[in-house]
């Protein structure tokens, strides 16, 4: 797990870091427990609302494109890593996909009942 003082600033807020509807319904029904995004939208140990449910981000760190596996595509909601591509690549028309461009991964998991009214 990456250590939170070894991260840069975050570049976005957390409320933006998972906004597309379908991506919101793949991550209430368990399907997608990550995100890639070109900049740092949260902190290890934040708390991410969605649909009045809570997940918890629980790892932060960059990967290369080129790094990407089909189960790193399954964490995204996705059944291969070229339905992932194919995705990312209709959302950015004329984004190139450059192996050795850097994201930040997003992971998390949701919160029990129990652990929301913890918080």
């Given at each position: ?95 190139p ?11 998390f ?11």
């Amino acid at each position: 797990m990456t250590d939170q003082l070894s991260l840069p600033p975050k570049t976005c807020t957390i409320e933006r870091l998972v906004t597309l509807p379908a991506d919101v319904e793949k991550v209430l029904a368990g399907k997608k427990t990550a995100t890639r995004r070109n900049g740092r939208y949260a902190d290890i140990g934040e708390i991410m609302t969605l649909e009045n449910k809570q997940f918890v981000i629980d790892n932060v760190y960059q990967q290369k494109l080129g790094e990407l596996t089909d189960d790193h595509a399954r964490t995204e909601g996705f059944d291969s890593l070229e339905d992932y591509k194919e995705a990312i690549l209709s959302l950015h028309p004329g984004m190139p996909w450059l192996p050795t461009m850097r994201v930040w991964v997003h992971e998390f998991r949701a919160l029990s009942p129990q652990q929301e009214t913890s918080i």
